[in-house]
């Protein structure tokens, strides 16, 4: 008696050619198999499993009918990833925790087959340092052979914001190792119907990237693609492009704008704006009676009055990230009210020389920026004046670094679901060098993080990832989403938060008062057709029960043996035909020497 479980891969790399066919071919000759008695399973595997049939005791034709059924259900492959590794460790593990009935006869026999063209985008890493469960066997039948390469495209996304205010959207191109030719063609489909195109250069086994051209920007693209390899099935990239969002920044102090020697000037002159932000400094003075603006974050240079400092406290607690740069002792009051401390000082500390940063605290998120060792030498950066505080909280603070003389220079509290972060020394030309610094910008744009992260989170997704729709309109979903795929016929789906795409395109996600375009892609690591090394399954562990190579591979030892043998025949009739061609050429040879009867 045994137990067969087929996984059957139907990720979007199995659209190719006639891949699908030879699967369901494959599947049969296991279903050949099985006996009387027998159990099978049938699962399908992309990003996820999914069991389609499972047999306790195989009833011959009656069995095979009820099999097929379910596997005609599944028409073709879906657009999902391949987590091969995942779904081996899913079935091993059901098979493992499977006990026989007390009636029944164990199994002699448990097996794996993975039905698969296992090309080098599937992932494999739960296997990796995985127990494999003893007894179950891993049999892999290898489809296909990705003998004409193969192209994707995949979209490129910048990690530091402060660098590429009007960049274009950039995308990766590649070509396979085994790619027929080495010149695409990108090309861009508008809302319009408008077709874009340019040729790119790609070598196969190289990528480029590649930006969006400067005369397709002001263009409304909904869709990018390559053209120019065999395989189509990942040619299409869907494009939402982001809409430019406001970051509002209110500096609480008593700065003229143009006054190059204060700190408000700098301040306004560090962001600048891009596609996808539009940074707007707003200036109030400490001693204004009116209601404290909404803001991103707060820049507090002076000493703030009542009302106004104890509505900042409030909002500061209630979620809000404020930075205090403390320049004068009369901001004590203030420093000690958001920071819940009573006699907190303030003192100037006279100096001849400059003071140096150390013990840079570049695990915390506010200066993780600089946590690469190119970045992380600040001995070039001096500051003229500092203050030192007194009497502040013994907890509840973490200096993110200090001054080479010991006190802190920079300092973060979290007063109730807010942040405040504390600069004993300014960036004014009177303070220190940090404006006209490499710091700089980072430094703001690093406090601003998490602002940016959600007001430019992407709008491209992949197909079966689960996403938030809710967050598209500010997490506000009491009223309930409705998401619209792209395409006729299409139905609407309602959705309270989350929503996971099955195919691509562009949808659109409706709430109350708001609506938004995001687009779904395949994995990208589905352009990766070209076959895994086989080796790479031994490496891991898999206990391999049968033959593991490919059609060409496995038939590769008899075609070498073919051609030896030719090799040799032809080489014994050349032999044969040198050894006959001396014997009649020494025949000849001596003839003539024999002298002549008259």
Not at 55 to 69: D, I, P, Q
Not at 244 to 273: C, T
Request: aromatic content about 8%; overall charge negative.
């Amino acid at each position: 008696r045994q137990w067969i479980t087929v996984l059957l891969d139907r990720s979007a790399s199995m659209q190719r050619g006639d891949l699908w066919a030879q699967a369901k071919a494959k599947t049969q000759t296991a279903i050949g198999q099985l006996g009387p008695g027998d159990r099978f399973s049938l699962i399908a595997y992309d990003n996820s499993t999914d069991s389609l049939a499972e047999v306790k005791s195989w009833l011959g034709s009656a069995s095979e009918t009820e099999v097929n059924a379910q596997l005609e259900r599944l028409a073709k492959p879906g657009f999902g990833g391949s987590n091969l590794g995942q779904a081996l460790v899913f079935v091993g593990e059901a098979m493992q925790e499977t006990e026989s009935e007390p009636d029944e006869q164990p199994f002699a026999r448990r097996e794996i087959i993975v039905i698969s063209d296992l090309q080098k985008g599937s992932h494999l890493g739960d296997v990796q340092g995985y127990e494999w469960p003893t007894g179950i066997g891993v049999s892999l039948k290898q489809i296909g052979e990705d003998d004409q390469g193969n192209a994707g495209i995949e979209q490129v996304f910048s990690r530091v914001p402060w660098a590429t205010a009007e960049a274009a959207p950039s995308f990766r191109i590649s070509n396979s190792a085994n790619g027929i030719g080495d010149e695409l063609e990108f090309l861009a489909h508008t809302t319009a119907g408008e077709t874009l195109s340019q040729k790119v250069h790609v070598p196969p086994g190289r990528s480029r990237v590649v930006e969006l051209p400067g005369e397709w920007a002001g263009k409304s693209v909904e869709r990018l693609a390559i053209r120019g390899d065999t395989a189509e099935f990942d040619n299409q990239f869907h494009f939402a492009q982001n809409r430019q969002q406001a970051v509002r920044i209110v500096y609480i102090g008593e700065d003229k704008p143009n006054d190059a020697e204060g700190s408000l000037f700098y301040l306004a002159s560090a962001f600048q704006q891009s596609n996808t932000l539009d940074f707007q400094v707003e200036a109030i003075s400490g001693k204004s009676t009116d209601a404290l603006p909404e803001a991103d974050l707060f820049v507090i240079g002076d000493a703030v009055d009542n009302p106004l400092a104890q509505a900042l406290g409030q909002t500061i607690e209630s979620g809000a990230t404020a930075l205090m740069v403390v320049q004068s002792p009369g901001q004590a009051a203030n420093l000690g009210q958001w920071l819940g401390a009573d006699g907190v000082v303030i003192r100037d500390i006279a100096s001849s020389d400059y003071a140096l940063l150390q013990s840079l605290k570049l695990d915390d998120p506010v200066l993780a920026v600089f946590r690469d060792a190119r970045f992380s030498d600040f001995t070039n950066l001096h500051f003229w004046k500092h203050r030192e505080l007194q009497n502040l909280p013994d907890e509840g603070i973490d200096v993110l670094a200090r001054f080479d003389s010991g006190p802190p220079a920079w300092l973060a509290a979290r007063p109730g679901d807010g942040r405040l972060l504390v600069m004993t020394s300014g960036w004014t030309p009177a303070d220190s060098q940090l404006a006209l610094s490499t710091k700089f910008i980072p430094l703001l744009y690093s406090i601003l993080q998490p602002v940016l992260e959600q007001k430019t989170q992407s709008r491209q997704f992949i197909v079966g990832n689960r996403i938030d729709v809710a967050r598209f309109g500010n997490g506000q979903a009491a009223a309930g989403i409705t998401v619209i795929p792209s395409g006729d016929g299409m139905e609407a789906v309602s959705v309270d938060t989350f929503f996971t795409p099955p195919t691509p395109g562009l949808y659109t996600a409706k709430g109350a008062g708001w609506s938004e375009t995001f687009a779904v892609n395949l994995p990208a690591a589905e352009s990766r057709t070209e076959p895994i090394v086989m080796e790479q399954f031994q490496k891991l562990g898999l206990p391999m029960s049968a033959p593991t190579a490919t059609p060409a591979v496995a038939g590769a030892p008899k075609k070498a043996e073919a051609l030896r043998r030719e090799y040799w025949q032809w080489a014994l009739a050349a032999m044969l035909l040198f050894v006959t061609l001396e014997t009649v050429l020494a025949a000849k040879g001596s003839r003539a020497t024999e002298p002549v009867m008259t």
